[in-house]
């Protein structure tokens, strides 16, 4: 079913994009429909659990996210694995960027394990999704975020039986980080 791009609009231009999309889709039977739909985009990113494997430890974030507090969620903080926006960079250095800057880890080794659409129906965004392995000698400062992009990021080191149980517990809502924590569970073997 191709689709071709009639028109594109700009809504809005402040924190990230907002676009409005006229469209031509042609369905299963071969009839063409005209339809608009908007889609944010706010660009690609990076997102990596940090794994001892010696001690059975993961490094997680916690931070407020306001899109979660305005719906529902209390006090707006997410427990989250160490992401970041790519800015340019290609995925692999962007997450060697993200995991010092969140967390203070300067890590070398990272590996790929898939990518994924996390909001294909409103986001344009796709997410690459890293595992890496974590001592503590590669700990090179406190993490929390820097300064000028205004972050508060709390670093956990948590066993990874107490950050699974998390899902269950309603603690970890985050899907990037639930993905993540269930690759772990069935491959990693913490």
């Given at each position: 079913?191709?689709?071709?791009?009639?028109?594109?609009?700009?809504?809005?231009d402040n924190w990230y994009k907002?676009?409005?999309?006229?469209?031509?889709?042609?369905?299963?039977?071969?009839?063409s429909?005209?339809?608009v739909r908007e889609a944010y985009d706010r660009g690609n990113g990076a997102v990596i659990l940090l794994y001892n494997r010696e001690v059975k430890t993961i490094i997680l974030t916690r931070q407020f996210r306001l899109p979660t507090f305005v719906n529902g969620n209390a006090d707006g903080m997410m427990i989250e694995a160490c992401a970041g926006l790519l800015d340019q960079d290609d995925p692999e250095d962007c997450i060697r960027r993200e995991t010092e800057?969140?967390?203070?880890?300067?890590?070398?080794?990272?590996?790929k394990i898939y990518e994924a659409y996390m909001s294909p129906g409103s986001v344009t965004e796709i997410l690459?999704?890293?595992i890496g392995e974590y001592s503590k000698d590669q700990k090179?400062?406190?993490?929390?975020?820097?300064?000028?992009?205004?972050?508060?990021?709390?670093?956990?080191?948590?066993?990874?039986?107490k950050a699974y149980?998390?899902?269950?517990?309603?603690?970890?809502?985050?899907a990037k980080t639930i993905m993540l924590l269930q690759y772990a569970k069935l491959?990693?073997?913490l």
């Open positions: 079913m191709p689709a071709k791009i009639v028109e594109k609009k700009l809504l809005s907002l676009y409005k999309y006229t469209f031509e889709i042609t369905d299963s039977k071969g009839i429909h005209k339809q800057e969140e967390t203070g880890y300067r890590i070398e080794h990272v590996e690459y999704f890293f090179v400062n406190e993490g929390g975020g820097v300064d000028h992009e205004q972050e508060n990021i709390e670093v956990l080191e948590l066993s990874f039986q149980g998390m899902i269950a517990t309603g603690e970890i809502k985050d491959h990693l073997h």
